[in-house]
């Protein structure tokens, strides 16, 4: 292998411990084992600076390379490395092997850096990613409180659309308080002119077999329900504040259809807005895992899906994408609906969110405002490609074509 680093150092990263290997050109190699608490990191540091290393590699394993970054991250070029790029060969794995190859390659310039964004877009990626969790969490605490009902003989989900709006959160404090009188409850109906018609199905609906059992329980569900609204609110208050450096990136990104407030946090949160991280939109679109894998062998090239990339950021494109497919003259509706009849709706979906992503790596690398190409334009394109096709052929046959609008 040839040295393209001459004074490197490998870290084989663990919860409660660090092995160190040192490798200087004309010297043998050094192993060492620290402590993963912040004194322990501190002397790792010192001992990494008597030997003047300058780059240090270590595995992404969890959040456990994190502390390590705090510590040593404004000192020496790190390196952080897929585990799956720098897997050892099996049966010769131990800690002092695993940071000795974790060197080698690092010397021989064999390691692909992972994506280390600034420290400000890392807290608000934090945040956004808990908020992403607490989501899921309320949207966990519905599916319960809809099971609850269902066992109570409740039918209010036959007559709202929404039981967590104005209306079915008055019927479900209602139930929690001890109220189960159809007639009472019907009347909250009132409220709202569109729901009047169907009070009489609503009296139907409200009659169960609601017990003490359930009263206690609806209880109990509706306060962590409550929880979890109030700690979404002030996570959604606190990123306002986050993003407010960003705030031209931030509106520049809302005007892609279907990307809007939520959906432009989240994507500063995860590709920051230096896209000279990134060497090409396709390359950002590799590295989200919205592009397809190689799968070549032989000279032949086999079907491969899509990678794995950044889970969070892919999932809420995807989203974006369907979003965009609902606003009416749009370029990506058009463009959605051609490959749809090809590929399905599901790939046409993914291919879609790839679209997005590259027009946010245009905007956030220019600074510019996302320009619609409008509904007509894959027509006008497939109007030319089959007029000029049909010229052709007509030529070939002798004729002389002239047109005429």
Known sequence: MESNVLKACGLDVHQASVTACIIRQGLPRQVKTFGTTTIELLSLKLWLQQHEITHIAMESTGVFWKPVLNVLG???????????????????????????WICQLLRAGLLQPSFIPPVCIRELRDMMRYQKKLQHQAT?????????????????????????????????????????????????????????????????????????????????????????????????????????????????????PGVKGKAAKTIIAEIG???????????????????????????????????????????????????????????????FYLLCSRMGSKKAQVAIAHKILIACWHILKYKVAYKDLGEVYLSKDKQERITNHYIKKLQQLGYQVQLAS
């Open 140 to 256: 966990q605490q519905k599916n319960r409180i809809h099971k609850l009902l269902q066992e109570a003989n409740i039918k209010i989900t036959a007559v709202l659309s929404d039981i967590f709006g104005a209306t079915g959160m008055r019927i479900l404090r209602s139930l929690a308080q001890g109220l189960t009188d159809p007639e009472v409850l019907s009347k909250y109906l009132l409220k709202n002119k569109r729901l009047i018609p169907k009070i009489n199905k609503a009296k139907e609906a409200l009659t169960g077999c609601f017990s003490v059992r359930h009263q206690f329980l609806l209880q109990s569900l509706l306060r962590y329900h409550d929880f979890l609204d109030s700690e979404i609110n002030k996570i959604e208050q606190q990123t306002d504040i986050m993003i407010e450096p960003f705030k031209t990136e931030y509106e520049l990104l809302q005007t892609i």
């Open 273 to 335: 807005i230096d896209m000279s991280i990134f060497r090409s939109a396709q390359h950002l679109c590799s590295w989200a895992g919205l592009c397809p894998g190689n799968n070549e062998s032989a000279g032949k090239k086999k079907n491969a899906r899509i990678t794995h990339g950044n889970t969070y950021l892919k999932a809420l494109l995807i989203e974006c994408a369907w979003s965009s497919v609902l606003v009416r003259n749009t370029y990506l509706r058009s463009k």
């Open 74 to 100: 404004e000192d020496f070029s790190i390196i952080l490395a897929n585990a799956r790029h720098i897997k050892n060969v099996p049966g010769r794995k131990t800690d002092v092997k695993d940071c000795e």
